[in-house]
């Protein structure tokens, strides 16, 4: 299995190179041609190269060569003979099917599980020195990882950035207001909304991964720096189309603000990458929109340069010769199966990789409708039950392309027609998916089981209703499907539907009996999901079918509180108009108001305030507004909670005080603040984790203990100041 994967890691890498030299050399030209945004995707080349290396290589049969049966069969040496040579020993096998791989390529004399695991180490230790340095300038600027968390730095030299893969975010310095005019504030957010809408943070997740997988490769480096330098210039031509008559002032705050700001080791800055080429980008704000004629061109440029990268890399794989063997002579001894570089994990059948190739090579007949082949396989002996993942079994597979023949000659072969593949699915699943319904009956009438469960893909009439397939699924509710089957992970029928917002499915599935208010533990209610996806139509729908605007989901929380954490202010007041209560608690998620105060949502918390929100409401796991609020650092919600009402001394167990969690996130302005509001210095309270006891460590928190813990000494400094008593044990976490 490792001289498998580290065979391809290798195919990967020289695929990866080539097209890194091609975007190297062609991206000055394609610049001056096309315009920044072209050269920019110019780099999905890279990653289209690495994948087409790793396609299965092209497929040739071979009939059996008559040989001498009277010679000895051995095991000859990778210097001895070529791979075809090698393949030729196995001619007077038992009926069997095997491939074998033609290829010039050779790896190091070096042992295979040794390089293996230097590459894993060496991509461990690149992703994670990224990952340290990142966590280091969070914590430097008093900055927190997630979604609502703070935007504003605690420094003047950090920013304007975008953070964050999943949920990117703007950051800018504290002193943004007053080092900026608002016309230069307004660009600068202009050009990193830009890298947001484009999806820039996401493809730098890529380019990051594609950097750490090819760790070894200094191409990669060179690549990545020149890689964000077009991000840059693509987004500062982004910009230019909506603000090109202010080219001037884009210009000069860039050269305002070349000596300001820390770049963020993960994010897309102001700043790019470099500062180098600062000149480079202000020369081409001077140049004029590119022509529609000019534009079109670049981007037919671009599509035939990504196809044309795909062939090739493909061309230049090995080609996979399979040997059909139907020899009558006795099986030679099973160590002739067995390459000397192939990994069987220690296990003393050391046809297991044999087997994996023999599959393998079924699948992709099936899936090629190559049917001569795959019927010699299967009359060879070929595991008709084979998972190939990413794939399927054989059946799934034929089920997938429509082809009902091979599922009857696999079925007569002993293809289990059941057979669940995690993350592929059953035969029955594959096919409601792909809407096949002559394919779905046929399966059914087989025996296929309606209600079979595959894990990440759910059941076959969660698939159509994700599909939004009315007609699948009125078949499979005939068939007997249990329309409130959970599949973890995938929810349910009337999940999907609302997933893929289909009315006209849901009412198919709330005729067959789907419960309005069930839970779909990790999934939530039919509210919270429609709720989550903004989909309004669906939320009047159920709100008129009577479904609980109150019911609490574990893990997603109330409707309103689900509302809240995203800001939708539309449903929010949907959802109280309807009846939802304001105040409504879920364990481990909290209140409405917590949830907006989280996300350092001033309008969103004004409306639940103005809506009866209770200021000072427990959410255990949460604490309460005013706690969640100190710990994100967010002095203006602070303040704003304190007007309200908020006791700047409440506890919660497990959450503790404002002050605690101030100091504990290492937040000097809210400390200061609540200190003077008549913030206990000097409270110590209970942490709620009762297993430290037995472990010799505290129970008990501290403001000043809690500072030392995390080592802000500032504040240390500062609430000794306020008369805070030294810690009388050390404190965990």
Same mark, same amino acid.
């Given at each position: ?15 990866? &190179? ?182 820039? =943070? ?66 897309? &800055? ?68 067995? &390459? ?161 917002? &289909? ?67 539309? =449903? ?95 937040? =000097? ?65």
């Amino acid at each position: 299995m490792t001289s498998d994967i580290l065979f391809l890691m290798a195919q990967s890498a020289l695929g990866a &190179s080539a097209a890194m030299l091609l975007v190297m050399l062609a991206r000055k030209r394609v610049l001056a041609a096309f315009g920044a945004r072209t050269a920019y995707a110019l780099w999905l080349l890279v990653p289209i190269a690495m994948v087409a290396s790793l396609l299965p290589a092209d497929f040739v049969v071979r009939e059996p060569v008559e040989r001498d049966l009277s010679r000895p069969v051995t095991q000859p040496t990778n210097d001895q003979i070529s791979t075809e040579a090698r393949a030729t020993d196995m001619e007077t096998a038992a009926p069997v099917a095997r491939t074998e791989t033609q290829s010039s390529f050779q790896l190091p004399e070096v042992p295979t599980p040794l390089l293996f695991a230097l590459w894993i180490a060496g991509t461990g230790v690149s992703l994670g020195a990224l990952a340290i340095g990142q966590r280091r300038f969070m914590k430097r600027h008093g900055l927190k990882p997630g979604l609502g968390k703070s935007r504003v730095a605690r420094h003047a030299d950090v920013g304007p950035a975008v953070l964050g893969f999943l949920n990117p975010r703007i950051v800018v310095p504290h002193d943004f207001r007053d080092a900026y005019s608002p016309l230069e504030r307004k660009l600068i957010l202009a050009h990193e909304q830009a890298h947001i809408r484009a999806g820039d =943070m996401q493809t730098n997740a890529l380019a990051i991964a594609i950097r750490s997988l090819n760790w070894f490769n200094p191409l990669a480096y060179v690549a990545y720096g020149l890689f964000r330098t077009d991000q840059e210039l693509a987004c500062d031509e982004r910009v230019m189309r909506s603000h090109g008559k202010h080219r001037r002032a884009y210009a000069e705050t860039l050269l305002k603000s070349q000596l300001m700001g820390e770049r963020a080791p993960l994010g897309c &800055s102001w700043f790019g990458d470099t500062r180098h080429p600062l000149k480079d980008r202000v020369a081409r704000l001077a140049r004029r929109e590119l022509s529609p004629a000019r534009r079109m061109a670049g981007f037919g440029l671009l599509l035939g340069a990504t196809s044309l990268t795909g062939v090739a890399a493909w061309a230049t794989l090995a080609t996979q010769v399979v040997y059909l063997d139907g020899s009558k002579a006795s099986p030679v001894a099973l160590d002739t199966f067995v &390459s000397a570089d192939m990994d069987t994990g220690g296990d003393s059948e050391q046809v297991d990789p044999l087997k994996e190739a023999q599959g393998a090579a079924l699948v992709d007949a099936i899936l090629e409708r190559r049917r001569d082949h795959a019927e010699a396989f299967l009359k060879a002996g070929v595991d008709v039950n084979y998972h190939r993942k990413g794939d399927g079994t054989p059946l799934s597979v034929a089920a997938m392309v429509g082809d009902r023949e091979m599922v009857d000659l696999l079925i007569k072969a002993g293809a289990d027609i059941n057979k669940v593949a995690p993350g592929d699915g059953t035969p029955l699943l594959v096919a409601a998916r792909s809407g096949d319904r002559e394919m779905v009956e046929a399966l059914l009438k087989a025996g296929a089981d309606v209600n079979a469960y595959s894990p990440g893909d759910g059941t076959a009439l969660i698939a159509a209703a994700r599909s939004r397939d009315k007609e699948m699924v009125e078949l499979l509710l005939e068939a007997g499907a249990q329309v409130n089957q959970v599949a973890p992970g995938d929810g349910t029928a009337l999940l999907a539907a609302i997933d893929s917002d &289909s009315p006209a499915i849901m009412e198919v599935l709330l005729e067959g009996g789907a419960e309005l208010d069930m839970v779909a533990p990790g999934d939530g209610t039919a509210m919270t999901a429609a709720v989550q996806r903004r989909a309004t139509k669906v939320v009047d729908q159920l709100i008129k079918l009577g479904a609980s605007v109150n019911k609490a989901a574990p893990g997603e929380g109330t409707p309103l509180l689900v509302a809240a954490r995203s800001g939708d202010t539309v =449903m929010v007041d949907k959802l109280l108009k309807a009846g939802a209560d304001v105040n409504g608690y879920s364990a481990g998620d909290g209140t409405p108001l917590v949830a907006a105060v989280q996300a350092s949502d001033m309008v969103m918390v004004e409306k639940l305030l103005k809506a009866g929100a209770e200021v000072n409401k427990a959410a255990p796991g949460d604490g309460n507004a005013l706690i969640m609020a100190s710990a994100i650092g967010d002095l203006a919600m602070v303040k704003r909670l304190v007007d309200a009402g908020a006791d700047v001394n409440a506890f919660v167990l497990g959450d503790e005080t404002p002050l605690i969690a101030a100091s504990r996130g290492g937040h =000097m302005e809210v400390v200061e603040y609540l200190t003077g509001k008549g913030a206990d210095v000097n409270a110590r309270v209970r942490t709620g984790d009762n297993y430290y006891k037995s472990r010799n460590k505290s129970e008990y928190r501290t403001p000043l203990g809690q500072a030392l813990r995390y080592e802000h000494g500032d504040i240390a400094e500062y609430l000794r100041k306020k008369g805070a008593s030294e810690p009388t044990e050390p404190e965990d976490r």
